[in-house]
C-alpha cells in the first residue's frame, strides 16, 4: 500500500463517522416517512467537512493520481498557480503529513524553473491541529496578501478567541502567511531556505529540491563524515544567526527539518552536500514572542544532539547562550533564576 493511500484513509474514516451507512449495502425497503429527510450522500459530505473544496471547476489534469477524497481539496488548493502560469502539472506526492503535504510540480517553462514542491495544507476540519498557542504570541493577524489586518485586527482576534468559522479560516490563513512572509524574508537576505514562489489560501509553491526521481532527504536520515558534518553545523549556526538578526527564530528546527542536498558537478560527479532548512509555519520574532528564549534554546539543543552524534563536539548551553546574548542583551529571567540557585547551592556547600 502506498503512503498516499495509508494517510488517505482516515478520510474514508472520516466519512464513515459521519454517515456510517455511506458503504454499507443498501437499506431495506420500509414505508417510507413523509418527514424523513435523507442522509447526505459521500459528496456532500466530504464537501461540508471540507470547506467545499471538492466542487471546484478544476480545468486542468494531473499526473499524480490523488485518491478520490484528496482530490477536491488538493486541485483546489494548487489551481491559482495553474492559474497564474506557475506549474503544468502534478507529478508526485513528495511528502505527507499530519498537518500538511508536499507535491512535486512541474513548473511552467516561464518560470525558469524545472521542478516546483507545492506544501498543501490538510482541510481545516481534517487538520491534526497541535497547541500553537505559544507560537502565535506576539504575532500579527496576517491576510491572505501576508499584510497584517489593520484595522480589521480587533475583528480578527475576536474571532479567533470565539473560533468561529471566520477566525478559524483567519487563524489558518495568518499561520500559512507568516511561514512564506518568514521564507521571502530570509531567502531575500542569502538564507539557505526554500525559494518562495507564490502562496494561496492552501497552499504554497517554492524551489524543489533533489532529484525528480527522488527528493532530498533529510539530515536525520544521513550519516556525514566528520570533516562534512563540521562544516554543516557551522551553516545551520550562521543560518540561525542569520535568523536571528531579521528577528525570527525557526521554532521547529531539528535534523527533521534540515535538508541534506547533493548536487552534481559539470563531469557528473557529485559534489558536496549543502544543507536547506525547511518547515517554517512555527517561526516567532525574537522580541515580541515572549517564548522565544525557550524555544531559541530548544532548536539549538535539538540540532547540536543530531550533530553530536556524527562527532561533533557540541555544548549547546554555549550556543544558545553566545546567541542570546548577542540579540536579547538582558538576562533572561530563567537564567537568573538558575543563576540564583547555582549562588545558592555554591553558599550552602
Not at 449495502?25 to 424523513?36: C, E, F, I, L, T
Not at 516546483?116 to 498557542?133: G, Q, S, T
Given at each position: 500500500?502506498s ?13 464513515a ?8 449495502p443498501?437499506?431495506r425497503?420500509?414505508?417510507?416517512d ?12 466530504l ?7 471538492s466542487?471546484?471547476?478544476l ?18 488548493s ?20 499530519k498537518?500538511?503535504?508536499?507535491y ?7 518560470t525558469?524553473l ?7 495544507y490538510?482541510?481545516r476540519?481534517?487538520r491534526?491541529?497541535r ?6 504570541r ?5 491576510t491572505a496578501?501576508?499584510?497584517?489586518a489593520?484595522?480589521q ?12 468559522s471566520?477566525g ?10 507568516h ?7 530570509l ?15 492552501n ?20 550519516a ?5 558534518a ?18 525570527l ?8 527539518n ?8 559539470d ?5 558536496r ?8 509555519p ?5 522580541y515580541a ?9 530548544r532548536?539549538?539543543q ?8 556524527q ?15 548577542r540579540?536579547?542583551?538582558?538576562p ?6 538558575a ?11
Amino acid at each position: 500500500m502506498s503512503q498516499e493511500d495509508v494517510y488517505m484513509d482516515k478520510y474514508e474514516q472520516y466519512e464513515a463517522l459521519y454517515d456510517p451507512s455511506w458503504s454499507a449495502p443498501a437499506a431495506r425497503q420500509s414505508k417510507r416517512d413523509p418527514n424523513h429527510r435523507p442522509k447526505k450522500s459521500r459528496s456532500e459530505i466530504l464537501s461540508d467537512l471540507t470547506d467545499d473544496l471538492s466542487d471546484v471547476e478544476l480545468g486542468f489534469e494531473t499526473t499524480y493520481r490523488p485518491s478520490r477524497h484528496e482530490e477536491g481539496w488538493l486541485l483546489s488548493s494548487l489551481h491559482s498557480f495553474y492559474d497564474e502560469g506557475l506549474i503544468t502539472d502534478v507529478l508526485a506526492l513528495v511528502k505527507g503529513g499530519k498537518e500538511a503535504s508536499v507535491y512535486l510540480c512541474q513548473a511552467n517553462p516561464a518560470t525558469g524553473l524545472d521542478l516546483l514542491a507545492a506544501k498543501v495544507y490538510r482541510p481545516r476540519m481534517f487538520r491534526n491541529l497541535r497547541n500553537d498557542a505559544m507560537y502565535r504570541r506576539g504575532r500579527e493577524v496576517l491576510t491572505a496578501q501576508g499584510r497584517p489586518a489593520g484595522k480589521q485586527a480587533g475583528t480578527f482576534a475576536r474571532a479567533i478567541r470565539n473560533k468561529t468559522s471566520f477566525g478559524l479560516q483567519a487563524a489558518h490563513t495568518s499561520w500559512l502567511m507568516h511561514e512564506f512572509m518568514a521564507l521571502e524574508r530570509l531567502y531575500a537576505v542569502g538564507a539557505a531556505v526554500p525559494r518562495p514562489i507564490s502562496s494561496s489560501d492552501n497552499a504554497l509553491l517554492m524551489s524543489y529540491h533533489g532529484a525528480q526521481s527522488i527528493a532530498a532527504p533529510t539530515l536525520n536520515t544521513v550519516a556525514l563524515e566528520r570533516e562534512e558534518a563540521d562544516r554543516l553545523f557551522q551553516e545551520v549556526l550562521y543560518n540561525v544567526d542569520l535568523m536571528l538578526q531579521h528577528d525570527l527564530v525557526h521554532g521547529d528546527l531539528s535534523a527533521y527539518n534540515i535538508l541534506y542536498v547533493v548536487t552534481e558537478d559539470d563531469s557528473g560527479a557529485a559534489a558536496r552536500g549543502e544543507m536547506v532548512i525547511i518547515d517554517f509555519p512555527q517561526v516567532v520574532n525574537l522580541y515580541a514572542n515572549p517564548k522565544a528564549h525557550f524555544i531559541l534554546r530548544r532548536d539549538i539543543q535539538r540540532v547540536c544532539e543530531y550533530f553530536a552524534s556524527q562527532g561533533v563536539p557540541c555544548d549547546a548551553e554555549a550556543v544558545f547562550n553566545g546567541l542570546w546574548s548577542r540579540y536579547v542583551q538582558e538576562p533572561h529571567p530563567e537564567d537568573l533564576a538558575a543563576d540564583w540557585s547555582r549562588l545558592e547551592e555554591a553558599i550552602a556547600g
